[in-house]
């Protein structure tokens, strides 16, 4: 019994191991554009990419701020330095003697070998060269141009004339872990997201508010009046939902042309408050409440509305939060039809998906910037599925108990 209890719990421990790593490796982009977006502009470049965010520090000295980073000093200890001058031309000289051996000498500290006029020459690597002369271990030596690179001047901030020349892109920055919520206030300015999210909000809300309400009334009809040619209408209602998007954008701008609802908000709205699925959805679930409930309030006097409001609407709670959250999902994210819809120049009604198509642009050199409006327009929705994600199991277990 206790093996087979061992057994169990390996079993269930490998398979959450399992469930956990592909969950991350699900989750990394968002948590990746999360940090991002708290990124200083220069943190977002680094290469490799680090996931937290990291500010360098700086240190005042000769009156100025200037960047710290780690080298190591004469005696081979990591010690902190300061950038004073970040490019500084060296040439890369070779042996003549030894080829192999290389130095690395600011212009100055090589003289022409024969003078700036007479300078002797020397073939090397096949290609004539001139001779320079320079310094190394208390000796001078003859020496070729091989190279040249830029290297940067660090100072010790204790002790100023502890100088060590190095390269800049090689050498390791002094940080620390920071966080900066100043890239979404710099975002909202710079692409007024703040009204992009107002006009956001309320195109939503409209959408969900008009989706329900077409949607329950719709399919409580379908579901339990009785008319000529239901049930073929609901199939022909159905049918619309097989037609592409595409096929429908040129009549749909044809017709908002004709309205005069171009470039304003409501044809974001009106044309998207009525919903097959939606219909469908309700009618559905409004067909599984048993009729016996729906016949005593009648024998009590209750009309179709009273009915509708008081009996089938709070029953069907799963169905609508599960509506809810696909419309919100969609209204809050739908972008073709507003881009058709809306001018570009015309800001004062751009949703969110408009304004971070523009700030793709604007701020194509700042990544932190451009996650950071992504962050604002994703965790809306995600919260919101978060949330609604109970209603959907109980509504597929509804569904498929009554089925």
Do not use: C
């Amino acid at each position: 019994m206790k093996s087979y209890k061992t057994k169990e719990a390996i079993k269930n421990i490998f398979v959450y191991a399992i469930l956990i790593i592909f969950a991350l490796i699900m989750l990394f982009p968002f948590i990746f554009m999360l940090t991002t977006s708290f990124k200083e502009p220069k943190d977002t470049f680094n290469y490799p990419p680090r996931l937290l965010p990291r500010k360098g520090l700086t240190t005042e000295t000769g009156g100025e701020e200037l960047p710290l980073y780690y080298l190591e000093d004469a005696n081979g200890e990591q010690k902190e330095y300061a950038l004073v001058e970040s490019s500084i031309r060296i040439n890369i000289y070779a042996n003549l003697a030894n080829p192999e051996e290389t130095f690395e000498r600011q212009q100055t500290e090589a003289s022409p070998k024969g003078g700036f006029v007479n300078q002797e020459k020397v073939t090397f690597d096949g290609e004539e060269k001139p001779i320079f002369l320079i310094e190394a271990d208390g000796q001078e030596i003859e020496v070729v141009e091989v190279g040249r690179t830029a290297l940067g001047r660090f100072v010790n901030p204790d002790n100023l004339e502890d100088e060590v020349l190095a390269n800049v892109r090689l050498s390791q920055p002094v940080e620390k872990l920071t966080l900066r919520p100043e890239n979404y206030s710099d975002v909202v300015e710079m692409q007024g997201l703040d009204r992009s999210l107002t006009n956001t909000i309320l195109v939503t809300l409209l959408v969900v508010f008009g989706t329900l309400t077409t949607s329950v009334l719709g399919g409580y009809a379908f579901a339990r009046l009785r008319f000529p040619g239901r049930d073929n209408l609901f199939v022909l209602y159905l049918g619309t939902m097989m037609i592409p998007f595409v096929v429908l954008v040129t009549p749909m701008y044809q017709l908002m042309v004709y309205i005069g609802w171009v470039n304003n908000m409501v044809a974001l709205i009106v044309p998207w408050i009525f919903s097959a699925y939606g219909t469908f959805l309700m009618r559905q679930f409004f067909i599984t409440i048993p009729k016996e409930i729906e016949e005593a309030a009648v024998i009590d006097g209750a009309n179709r509305l009273q009915i509708l409001w008081r009996i089938f609407i709070p029953a069907s709670t799963p169905a609508l939060a599960t509506l809810t959250t696909f419309t919100f999902l969609y209204a809050w994210n739908s972008f073709f039809w507003p881009l058709v819809i809306i001018n570009t120049g015309n800001e004062a009604n751009h949703v969110l998906t408009l304004s971070l198509n523009v700030l793709r642009g604007r701020a194509s050199d700042s990544p932190n910037l451009i996650l950071a409006g992504a962050a604002i327009a994703i965790l809306p929705p995600m919260l919101i599925f978060i949330f609604g994600q109970r209603f959907f199991v109980e509504s597929a277990t509804a569904s498929g108990v009554k089925g």
